[in-house]
Structure formats: C-alpha cells, structure tokens
C-alpha cells in the first residue's frame, strides 16, 4: 500500500527557476528519501533524510523534513534541462522488517 | 558505489507462459532485496520482501503463487511471473539495501514485462 501524497503532480518551470515539491506521509517512518526517474528507466536514490533530521542539502538539491507535520519537500535550485524526470519521495519504515513505501511522484519538466 | 544488476531489460512473452526475472547485487551482499511493479506514469508499488534463505514477505492482494520469489543466495533473487497474462504486463523493479553507510536503497534498471 502507498503512503505518500506528492504535490504536485506535474510542474512546469523555465530552466534556471527553482522547483519545488512537496510529500505528505500518514504513518511514523525512520527516514525519508527522494528519488529520481528518468521515463522507462530505474530510480536513482537522491537524498535520504532521517527522521532526527530536518533539512538537508546536496549540491542543488535541499531537502526539509517537518515529523510534526508528516511532510517533507524536495527544492531543485537553478533548474536545467536535464533534471526533466520523475521525483518520488519514499518513507523508510520499520514495521517489523525494513521496507520502502513510494509516494506518487511529481513529473517534472524543465524548459530549456 | 552499490549495484544492482537486473535482468532482462524488456521481455514479451505469451500469455499463459513463465517469466523469470533476475536482481543481483553486484558488488555487496543483500540479505533483503525488494520487488516493485509500476504501471505507466504511476507510483512504485511494493510487491514483496525478498529475504535470503527464507520465505518472500508479500504485500497484501499480491498472489504469492502468482508472483514466486526466490532468493537463494547473498547476491541473487529472482521473480517470476507464472501463468502470465496481458493484465500482468508492466515494470517491475528490483531493489536492496545498501551497505555503505545510511539506508538508501539501489534499485535496478528496471524490466519492462509485456504478455501478449
């Protein structure tokens, strides 16, 4: 069963804008983590977060984690081309065995 | 860094034949791999819990007779897809946890499975 909601769905920016994204997840995790997929293709794991963390940050990317608001969102700064894909965020869980549970994704697309 | 090889990249198969699928982790042991199906423009949904020398653990409404998981080494697990029908063509991914350091996982390229 999913977990995350992901807004939006679809974004549309200009190349050099930043992109945002946003994840809501129902349960306690142990970590979040964000993805990206290329169409057709695996996922590439971007970023993890722990749940006793709230931002982190990797090159462009900065991730934010609220536990109390059982959010997390994804910030792409300076956007290019390239970063066209599709970005799920995921929540590590613990229920009696470790497991990834996926949120819906945002389909970003970047114009150059 | 951790990688996980899966193979074959894009299968068609008739229906009422098996398919196997393989994920391997290619430079660390995985005592857990995962096993995710995607439909087009959808999320990954977890299809099962791939444990080294024990029975799969399966996500509820995933037919365990249907989707046989076998993971009979450190390195090697694999899925197949008995009886196959046009219902069960779509994108399965493999995944495992990584050893090196945090708890991201690696997933593999990915088949995309497609019965006729």
């Known amino acids: 069963s999913q977990q995350g909601e992901e807004d939006p769905q679809a974004l549309s920016i200009q190349e050099g804008e930043n992109a945002t994204m946003n994840c809501s997840y129902k349960t306690s995790i142990n970590n979040l983590q964000w993805y990206r997929q290329n169409s057709g293709r695996g996922l590439v794991h971007l970023i993890l977060i722990r749940s006793n963390e709230r931002e982190k940050h990797s090159g462009r990317l900065r991730v934010t984690l609220d536990t109390s608001k059982k959010s997390s969102s994804l910030l792409i700064t300076a956007s290019r081309a390239a970063d066209t894909a599709s970005y799920f965020c995921a929540t590590g869980l613990n229920t009696g065995g470790f497991k990834t549970i996926f949120g819906a994704g945002t389909r970003l697309f970047v114009k150059a | 860094g951790a990688v996980v090889s899966q193979h074959p990249s894009w299968v068609i198969c008739k229906s009422g034949t098996s398919v196997k699928i393989e994920c391997r982790s290619l430079?660390?042991?995985?005592?857990?791999m995962f096993w995710y199906r995607q439909f087009p423009k959808q999320s990954l949904m977890l299809m099962a819990t791939s444990n080294e020398g024990s029975k799969a653990t399966y996500e509820q409404g995933v037919e365990k007779d249907k989707f046989l998981i076998n993971h009979a080494s450190l390195t090697l697990s694999t899925l197949t897809v008995t009886s196959a029908h046009p219902e069960d063509s779509s994108f399965y991914i493999c995944?495992?946890?990584?050893?090196?350091?945090?708890?991201?996982?690696?997933f593999g390229s990915g088949t995309r499975l497609t019965v006729v």
């Open positions: 995944s495992a946890r990584s050893t090196g350091g945090g708890y991201g996982y690696t």
């Open positions: 430079d660390f042991q995985a005592t857990t």
